[in-house]
């Protein structure tokens, strides 16, 4: 039977791309790429010339991986040779072993990668949050292969130096990543395979490093990488131990303190987890600053209003003394004059800040959180449950996620966000710091949403909101600007990143 319709939908790949074929992605993707920068350069030269391929290959490198090459060539890094690499001595190695908190649950990580796989040609590599490997075992012969390409102990294993990885792609995007072959950016790399599962401190949900196996591209597994992240998981597991085994022996300090102190009180450790209370409802976790508490005695906390702060061992003394409006939300006083400020210029920790008539408060950010705030902050008029779903996973259809963490959001922020449609209060001052490179917006963000962003504020059509732009100068006309640019808090800006705003009486429930 004649088909009369046209396809609209390309058939899904079942098989996993050979190493040949993701050459040939890699090759056509950065002569395309250097093709369409000559051709803005070169007026004369069309914008298609130059590009690779003949529309048969229909393989095109996975966004993760996009994102990084497009980042490494705007970077100027040279596929073939890479940059200077940085190489600790063993001093400085051993100092980031003891500081990473890591070296505890080696045993673990050693138990369930390296036995589990002792006939496979495989390295394991321990790294820092700042990409530095600190521990690397594995088969002999292996490791002189990857002494050849500068993968040692000590070695700093970053995009910007040795490009897109398994391990600086998990440390970037926070979540477990396969670089196979042509997937790395630099040539000498392609005959490598590497799967990388980021490791977070379960007390503060900070990054502090990475488990990575790999091996030669032509061995590849495909449980290793089921099996880094079972690992990464257990090494969080184990950290957790620890940190239970900590509270119970401040707990234990604590309780002669509580039963002297006059009025409600509580201990909390290092990362705001609640260890003992007295006269207090029960508290999981007060929301620390991003660098702990210093400076003055009171401090505003979100939930118990102001408290009298008092070291304790490895811990704090929190007495309040002018409680809050009882419900875990921010008092009314709080809210007058407040003014927001979402810090996303580290890419491993985002932060937010809030200041108000009654002081401020400030604390990191899960990533879920940080996407949700960026995209209420581009889009001030508000947006609807389903919109915002759409903007973070692609499906409108994801309301019931969407809402639950807005629920969260708002047990501290109370007032401060508003909703049908949610949107931040319109006296609220927001400002939102975001990296020198737009590519470093958010790396671990896979939402359509914030790769829009990202795409848009490179190509300077907006910017985020409380950006500051120098105002050209009139004597150089190649600074002259023809129109002023939105910020990217007005509707118009917006429409390019993320789903147009309804108005209020569009979202009919919370």
């Given at each position: 039977?004649r ?29 395309g790429a ?47 040779s ?13 100092l ?8 505890a ?42 002494d ?13 130096s040795?490009?897109?990885?398994g ?66 998981r ?59 508490w ?35 939300t ?10 927001l ?39 001030r008029?508000?947006?609807t ?43 609220v ?82």
């Amino acid at each position: 039977m004649r088909q009369t319709g046209r396809q609209t939908r390309r058939p899904e790949r079942r098989t996993a791309p050979t190493a040949a074929e993701l050459a040939k992605v890699h090759d056509r993707t950065l002569a395309g790429a250097a093709a369409r920068e000559a051709a803005r350069e070169n007026t004369q030269q069309p914008a298609g010339t130059g590009t690779a391929g003949n529309g048969q290959d229909l393989l095109e490198p996975r966004p993760e991986i996009g994102d990084s090459w497009e980042r490494l060539r705007r970077l100027g890094l040279d596929p073939d040779s890479g940059a200077a690499a940085v190489h600790l001595g063993p001093a400085e190695v051993e100092l980031r072993r003891r500081a990473s908190g890591l070296e505890a649950v080696m045993p673990v990580l050693r138990e369930t990668l390296i036995q589990p796989v002792d006939q496979a040609p495989l390295i394991l590599a321990i790294a820092d949050a700042e990409g530095h490997v600190l521990w690397q075992e594995g088969e002999r012969g292996l490791r002189r292969s990857a002494d050849r390409i500068g993968f040692l102990i000590g070695a700093r294993w970053i995009e910007e130096s040795v490009g897109t990885n398994g391990i600086a792609a998990a440390l970037r995007t926070q979540r477990p990543m396969h670089v196979h072959s042509a997937e790395h950016y630099l040539r000498s790399h392609h005959s490598w395979t590497c799967v990388a599962a980021p490791v977070h401190d379960p007390g503060t949900g900070q990054l502090i490093g990475a488990v990575n196996l790999s091996g030669p591209a032509h061995s590849v597994r495909p449980y290793l990488l089921q099996l880094t992240t079972t690992a990464a998981r257990l090494a969080e597991t184990e950290l957790r131990a620890h940190r239970l085994e900590s509270l119970h022996q401040l707990r234990t300090m604590a309780a002669p303190l509580l039963a002297r102190v006059a009025g409600p009180a509580l201990v909390v450790d290092a990362a705001g987890w609640t260890a003992a209370s007295a006269g207090l409802p029960p508290l999981g976790r007060l929301r620390l600053p991003a660098e702990s508490w210093g400076g003055t005695a009171v401090q505003w906390v979100p939930g118990l209003g102001e408290c009298v702060l008092e070291p304790l061992a490895d811990g704090w003394l929190v007495r309040p003394v002018r409680p809050s409006d009882g419900d875990g939300t921010l008092a009314a006083e709080q809210l007058e004059g407040a003014r927001l400020r979402l810090d996303l210029r580290r890419a491993d920790r985002p932060e937010l800040s809030v200041q108000g008539a009654a002081g401020g408060w400030s604390h990191a950010l899960s990533p879920r959180h940080a996407e949700l705030l960026l995209l209420l902050a581009t889009g001030r008029n508000g947006s609807t449950a389903a919109q915002l779903a759409d903007a973070l996973f692609g499906d409108p259809a994801r309301t019931v996620t969407v809402r639950a963490e807005l629920s969260r959001l708002r047990r501290y922020l109370g007032g401060l966000l508003a909703h049908r449609p949610y949107r931040f209060a319109e006296s609220v001052l927001v400002t939102v710091l975001g990296p020198d490179d737009p590519y470093d917006l958010l790396p671990s963000s896979s939402a359509p949403a914030v790769r829009r962003l990202r795409t848009a504020l490179a190509a300077g059509t907006v910017r985020l909101p409380g950006t500051v732009v120098p105002e050209p100068r009139a004597s150089d006309p190649r600074t002259r600007v023809s129109a002023p640019q939105p910020p990217a808090s007005r509707a118009a800006s917006w429409a390019s990143v993320g789903p147009q705003a309804r108005s209020a009486s569009s979202e009919t429930s919370a």
